[in-house]
């Protein structure tokens, strides 16, 4: 990626711009009452993030998208993970 900005955000952050993209793409067309489709994206952001996701709490972020139906509530998530 050549933009500058794109380039101040990789440096700050150490992540690919590139992979960013794809994982916005995979969420925006993604089917969030598929529950693969949902651990996938899960892992994704897990790696992107350098945050391991336990198990159990890969269960409980899956558990309460699938509720929700087709919206993801990222707050509700943002607490989950502490």
């Known amino acids: 990626m050549q933009n500058p900005f794109f380039k101040q955000i990789e440096n700050k952050t150490g992540?690919?711009?590139?992979e960013i993209f794809a994982l916005a793409n995979a969420i925006q067309h993604a089917d969030f009452s598929n529950e693969k489709q949902v651990r996938k994206i899960i892992k994704k952001v897990s790696k992107l993030a350098n945050k391991p996701v336990s198990?159990?709490?890969e269960d409980r972020i899956v558990k309460s998208i699938m509720q929700e139906?087709?919206?993801l509530d990222l707050s509700k998530i943002q607490k989950m993970l502490g």
């Open 15 to 18: 992540v690919d711009m590139d």
């Open 69 to 71: 139906g087709k919206s």
């Open 55 to 57: 198990k159990e709490l």
